[in-house]
């Protein structure tokens, strides 16, 4: 369980105040990266060439985000290639120089998802902190042990399976929805993301397992729950309706619901 300093008061917060409390933050300093460190394996230069073939227009047509048939696209595409973690880290490091392609956040964030729960290895480690752009729809049916260096953009963790993610940075706008086990932990805290929606939410519909966040959600808290835990090290705007079960924890006490 997760403790807050005193010098933060436990309950909700407003627009207002909110703006204050995150405005003190700053963005994680980035650390220099260089690309041409990374040696091209066979492996990865097939990843690539899957990269370059993969059309990401089909993510953001409409008016929703989809995933699942995008998805399951890479993954009948990357089932023969034959790569380890350590390709898939590496993978991750040169992603800054693909930054100008259209969709970069959308197709980075669910090309990631499908190599790393493609993958034959449990740990996976992602290197992000360098990019300008967010990585969104990252850990989607996530059913991996991953470790990510730097702030993971909108749509994260949805519907995730099991493993554990912990995200050394911040998360921005709705993450975890719909997630069914595994274990989240956000290193900092869930702030706006500037990407499409400026919503903010944790763990809308979840199911089960447990979401972790040191700090502060500038937003909802476990809307439509029906299962799990939630822990806020910080403040938060509002806890969501629709609350069907599962548990809310602030700053190191139950509140929710009413015991």
């Known amino acids: 369980m997760m403790h807050a300093g005193r010098n933060v008061n436990r309950g909700t917060i407003d627009t207002t105040s909110a703006a204050g409390q995150f405005g ?9 990266v260089r690309q041409a460190n990374v040696r091209e394996s066979e492996s990865i230069r097939q990843i690539i060439e ?14 929703s985000i989809k995933m699942r048939e995008p998805y399951n696209k890479l993954l009948e595409r ?47 480690v992602i290197h992000i902190a360098n990019l300008e752009k967010e990585v969104a729809c990252f850990g989607y049916l996530n059913t991996k042990n991953i470790s990510i ?9 949805f519907n995730m399976i099991e493993g554990e993610i912990t995200v050394n940075g911040s998360a921005k706008g709705v993450m975890a929805q719909g997630i069914k086990g595994g274990t989240i932990i956000i290193k900092r805290h869930v702030l706006v993301s500037k990407l499409i929606f ?7 519909d979840m199911q089960g397992g447990d ?29 969501g309706s629709e609350f069907r079960g599962g548990r809310i924890y602030n700053m190191g006490e139950w509140i929710y619901p009413k015991q």
């Open 149 to 157: 260096n730097g702030d993971i953009g909108q749509f994260f963790a």
């Open 198 to 204: 400026n919503s903010v939410g944790v763990g809308d």
């Open 50 to 63: 899957v990269w370059k073939t993969f059309d990401s227009s089909e993510i953001t047509k409409g008016w």
């Open 78 to 124: 990357i089932k023969h290639i034959n790569y380890s973690a350590n390709d898939v880290e590496k993978f991750s490091i040169m992603l800054i120089g693909f930054q100008d392609e259209r969709d970069f956040e959308f197709k980075a964030g669910l090309f990631l998802s499908a190599l790393i729960n493609n993958g034959k290895d449990r740990n996976y």
């Open 211 to 239: 979401i972790q966040v040191y700090g502060n959600v500038y937003g909802i808290v476990g809307l439509r729950m029906s299962g799990g835990e939630i822990y806020v090290g910080g403040v938060f705007q509002q806890l």
């Open 24 to 32: 003190r933050y700053k963005k994680e300093e980035k650390k220099e």
